[in-house]
């Protein structure tokens, strides 16, 4: 059975020499089949000169896109169809001059920031590895001396270094002829922004997605830029009272501060963000604080071939600056490669509050945003849970009003009482509501926790 036309399947009911745009964007992308003698309903419509084209198709696609894909017959329905099978590619596929991907069931053309991006990932350079304007005088001591101190752990020989110049050139943040990389630039810059305009960090308190209380600008070197925007974070969420805390003295007080999201998962999604930003594009990196989420987001989508369901289990992580990684890596600022969104997970778990989201944007050069919950009563995370939607209209209704009855059940959801009981003791079951322990017409339910 046919798939619908989708990331990896295009059906076509002719040959046409216009249907080498397909073919260039499944190698261009990650591969895929292109059906001939199936229209886009999924009909089967079958061709008539099946011998011909097995000869004349592979020929055409070799001399126009340079590439040798596996074209095979197949008998569907009594009706002959053509499955040309398209491997992606190690290097940039052209069909007349111009370059074309899959962005979902679609062919596009990457044109502006979108072809930089892609020609720079399949030469096999990064951004990061790339020469840069800058000279040793404009990098800060400061940091420098600031990161040797924190990769004495995993760099033991260090401290031996006797020179800014050797310290660099052990990072590799020298290119062959000289020059001073543009990851160097970053992670050390006194002004990095000076080069790279767009290589900073806005961090905005949100009342609504149009209404903006506060805005802070965080520009600097990464260590500063990481420094700083966990702080402006923090001025803008609260730390909760723990009745755990025995030890009244300030210094008790301040080891068992609490706050609203796990701080150390914060700075994992700010880390993340710094590391994997595609620098190529124009935007910052933007967080944007509500009253019941924070949202992260930079430029940049996820390496193949991961997706955002890998993020939360062990992964291979391809680096799209590993030169920055690398230095982050020495300096303890992240455990290994790809273990930083397991660790955003497992936080907000320790802490009660639901995973984070990641969010993958597939279109262009795409970008990657990560979402922390406040409240694990969201009516999307209790559709995640399982919940039914009377079940979700019922919480929501606890979360204003502070309980529910079972007839103000049955009103708002407009059942009977047997459905209503069914449904309340699944919430009980669940540990998201518990009964107020009265009986008859006083009965109740309320949020357990």
Not at 26 to 34: R, W
Not at 217 to 241: C, P, R, W, Y
Not at 317 to 323: D, E, G, S, T, V
Not at 391 to 408: F, L, R, S
Request: proline residues 4%; charged residues 30%.
């Amino acid at each position: 059975m046919i798939e619908k036309e989708n990331q990896n399947v295009e059906l076509k009911s002719r040959w046409s020499d216009e249907n080498l745009k397909t073919v260039c964007a499944f190698a261009n992308s990650s591969g895929g089949k292109l059906y001939i003698g199936i229209d886009d309903k999924g009909k089967i419509v079958g061709v008539n000169d099946a011998k011909k084209l097995l000869e004349d198709i592979p020929n055409k696609i070799k001399s126009k896109l340079f590439i040798t894909p596996f074209v095979s017959v197949e008998n569907q329905e009594g009706k002959d169809v053509i499955v040309i099978e398209v491997l992606p590619s190690t290097f940039p596929v052209f069909y007349e001059g111009k370059i074309f991907v899959r962005s979902g069931s679609t062919t596009q053309e990457l044109t502006g920031l979108e072809l930089s991006s892609f020609l720079l990932e399949k030469s096999g350079q990064t951004w990061d590895k790339l020469p840069s304007d800058a000279e040793e005088k404009d990098l800060d001591d400061e940091t420098i001396e600031k990161f040797i101190s924190l990769a004495e752990v995993r760099l033991p020989l260090i401290k031996s270094i006797k020179s800014k110049e050797e310290l660099l050139k052990k990072l590799n943040l020298y290119t062959k002829d000289g020059k001073l990389t543009r990851g160097a630039v970053l992670l050390f810059g006194k002004n990095p922004q000076f080069y790279f305009p767009s290589a900073y960090t806005k961090v905005g308190r949100f009342k609504t997605p149009i209404d903006i209380l506060d805005t802070i600008i965080i520009e600097g070197n990464l260590f500063e830029q990481l420094d700083h925007t966990v702080e402006a974070i923090k001025k803008h969420i609260s730390v909760k009272f723990d009745t755990s805390v025995k030890d009244f003295s300030l210094e008790g007080l301040a080891r068992r501060d609490i706050w609203e999201y796990p701080l150390d998962a914060l700075r994992e999604a700010v880390i993340n963000a710094l590391i994997h930003k595609d620098y190529l594009g124009t935007a910052p990196i933007q967080i944007k604080i509500f009253d019941d989420k924070i949202e992260f987001w930079n430029l940049g989508k996820l390496m193949p071939p991961l997706t955002p369901d890998d993020l939360k289990r062990q992964h291979q992580a391809n680096q799209r600056n590993p030169q920055i990684a690398t230095v982050f890596y020495y300096a303890g600022l992240i455990e290994s490669w790809g273990s930083g969104t397991i660790k955003m997970v497992e936080l907000c778990k320790e802490s009660g509050l639901p995973e984070p989201d990641f969010i993958n944007y597939e279109q262009g050069i795409g970008a990657f945003s990560v979402i922390f919950y406040k409240d694990i009563y969201t009516e999307e995370n209790l559709r995640k849970m399982g919940l039914n939607e009377r079940q979700i209209k019922a919480v929501m209704y606890v979360k204003q009003k502070g309980k529910i009855t079972n007839k103000e059940y049955q009103k708002i959801n407009d059942c009977h009482r047997n459905t209503a009981n069914k449904d309340l003791s699944e919430l009980v079951v669940k540990g998201i509501l518990k009964e107020s322990g009265k009986k008859g017409a006083g009965a109740f339910y309320e949020i357990a926790h």
